[in-house]
């Protein structure tokens, strides 16, 4: 036998091992035989470490009593365990989405409400390089810090705006992505700084509370492996808010999910109704014209005027 063939040969065989051992996760993980679930992943993903296993045994567990709470609440919903946990918290989440836009209530949704939290919040809030450099705060728990605060979002369009100094009135000012600061236009007061799952520069500007979005739970945590530095923020936002379109708390089925940084985060603000003022500058307004409540110039104001949060 040539080298070639000898070559196509273990290829072929080891593609086969593969899917047969993707088969077997799938097959312990549909009959919940949760001992056998770690060995069962680390055949199908050889290069994985003890712990990445358990993390990932201990996910698909939350998952599973998420999807039998939602069945119990919705009999016709039929969700099959997979393997790509991401896609399969999606399909719980809008389930949920759609239940709480028809105003579905009682014991059984409830239930199935908070075991969809408990998955979303649950697990470790940092990779454990800095996990110990680092406090992680929940969607709730941010909600609570920033309540019954004066708010401001700075979008890529504040430059000669001169709005500057009105900022860093604010009390709560929140940037996204690479921050250019200037008194005149920008301010230089930031509070909260977002950033967007992907590779890019080290996050060292000095904030109270760092957010990663990502979609993909692996790409928040490379995120936050990579780019946070211990020390540049007080606390960092965990999974919960990595996504907020898909939790259904804070997300409705026609929400835009190509929406932008600044979108995402003005529409939880909206639904949380926590702060009397939630203002955004340097934005484009038409985005925003279906919670706006008036537009001044370039300042989309969410509130109206003297309003109280609620």
Same mark, same amino acid.
């Given at each position: 036998m040539s080298s070639e063939s000898a070559q196509a040969t273990t290829g072929f065989r080891e593609r086969v091992r593969a899917r047969l051992?993707?088969?077997?996760?799938?097959?312990? @993980?549909?009959?919940?035989?949760?001992?056998?679930?770690?060995?069962?992943?680390?055949?199908?993903?050889?290069s994985a470490s003890i712990t990445e !296993?358990?993390?990932?045994?201990?996910?698909?567990?939350?998952?599973?009593?998420?999807?039998?709470?939602?069945?119990?609440?919705?009999?016709?919903?039929?969700?099959?365990?997979?393997?790509?946990?991401?896609?399969?918290e999606s399909a719980l989440g809008a389930r949920l989405a759609t239940a709480l836009a028809t105003n579905a209530d009682g014991a059984a949704w409830r239930e199935?409400?908070? !075991?969809?939290?408990?998955? @979303? =919040?649950?697990?470790?809030?940092?990779?454990?390089?800095?996990?110990?450099?680092?406090?992680?705060?929940?969607?709730?728990?941010?909600?609570?810090?920033?309540a019954d605060r004066t708010v401001c979002l700075v979008g890529d369009g504040v430059a000669g705006l001169g709005l500057g100094e009105r900022i860093d009135a604010y009390d709560v000012v929140v940037r996204f992505g690479d921050i250019e600061l200037d008194a005149v236009d920008t301010g230089t007061v930031t509070h909260v700084h977002v950033i967007r799952g992907t590779d890019g520069p080290r996050?060292? @500007?000095?904030?109270?509370?760092?957010?990663?979005?990502?979609?993909?739970?692996?790409?928040?945590?490379?995120?936050v492996a990579g780019r946070l530095v211990p020390g540049a923020q007080s606390v960092v936002g965990d999974r919960s808010i990595r996504w907020p379109l898909r939790d259904p708390?804070?997300?409705?089925?026609?929400d835009?999910? =190509?929406a932008s940084d600044i979108e995402l985060v003005a529409r939880v603000l909206d639904r949380y109704d926590a702060n009397p003022v939630i203002d955004l500058v340097g934005v484009d307004s038409e985005a925003f014209r279906d919670i706006a409540r008036a537009i001044d110039?370039?300042?989309?104001?969410?509130?109206?005027p003297g309003r109280a949060a609620r």
């Open positions: 051992a993707r088969r077997r996760l799938l097959r312990v @993980l549909k009959h919940r035989e949760w001992d056998h679930v770690e060995r069962a992943y680390r055949e199908a993903k050889p !296993a358990r993390r990932w045994r201990s996910r698909a567990a939350r998952l599973t009593a998420a999807s039998r709470a939602v069945t119990a609440a919705d009999p016709a919903f039929r969700h099959r365990p997979s393997l790509d946990l991401d896609a399969w199935a409400f908070a !075991a969809y939290a408990g998955e @979303l =919040a649950d697990g470790p809030a940092a990779p454990a390089e800095i996990a110990q450099e680092l406090r992680s705060i929940s969607v709730d728990m941010w909600r609570n810090r920033i996050a060292t @500007l000095e904030v109270d509370t760092r957010i990663v979005l990502a979609r993909r739970v692996d790409t928040w945590t490379k995120t708390r804070l997300a409705r089925p026609d835009h999910e =190509a110039g370039g300042v989309v104001s969410l509130r109206t």
